[in-house]
């Protein structure tokens, strides 16, 4: 039997939706607005603020969100995986249903699927009424997260490392 003789420090793939790594990161938890459902590695934003109200239905978490039709302000942050809700057992599907209780990534290191593809470095966008997030510039109907970046060359359908500094600040697509 012989002993592995290399190593790819730098591997890139990873499930949609996961933590990359345990770089600072900023992560909230948020339930899923009625007749919603979700995927993770898609982009949310809040419908409710419900943190601190006890009369509501959010078992702790800090927003009510949806998928698209919001206002800037409203940007949350990427859905992200929890592997505790994994469905099929080995097939990591995982969907966020109504009144579901999930985690959102606000900033940090976060694996998501490319549909596009892209080069280090391009930055990164999501579809205003999908969700759906992707590389380079941002066309109508979408918007760029400033600051974000794809961390590695990515081909078109794959999962790639994106960097998010920060979800609060987003440029309409032109």
């Known amino acids: 039997m012989s002993a592995q003789e ?3 420090l730098n ?3 990873g499930y949609s939706g996961q933590v990359a790594n345990i770089a600072k990161s900023d992560i909230v938890t948020a339930i899923v607005a009625a007749g919603q459902s979700l995927i993770p590695g898609i982009f949310v934003q809040r419908t409710e603020s419900v943190e601190g109200d006890p009369t509501s239905f959010n078992k702790g978490a800090n927003y009510v969100v949806s ?3 919001g206002v800037a302000a409203d940007n949350l942050g990427v859905a992200i995986r929890d592997l505790g809700r994994e469905g099929a057992p080995n097939t990591s599907v995982i969907n966020y249903t109504e009144a579901d209780q999930f985690p959102v990534m606000r900033a940090g290191y976060v694996y998501m ?4 593809g892209g080069d280090h470095g391009e930055p990164i966008f999501f ?3 999908t969700g759906v997030i ?3 510039t941002a066309p109508v109907g979408s918007s760029t997260i400033d600051g974000a ?3 590695v060359t990515t081909a078109a359908g794959a999962v790639g490392l994106v960097w998010i500094p920060n979800v609060i600040t987003v440029t309409a697509g032109a």
């Open 149 to 151: 970046r794809l961390e």
């Open 11 to 13: 591997m890139s793939k």
């Open 134 to 136: 992707n590389v380079g």
């Open 67 to 69: 998928v698209g039709g």
């Open 6 to 8: 290399t190593y790819d």
């Open 113 to 116: 699927t490319i549909p596009a």
């Open 127 to 129: 579809n205003n009424t």
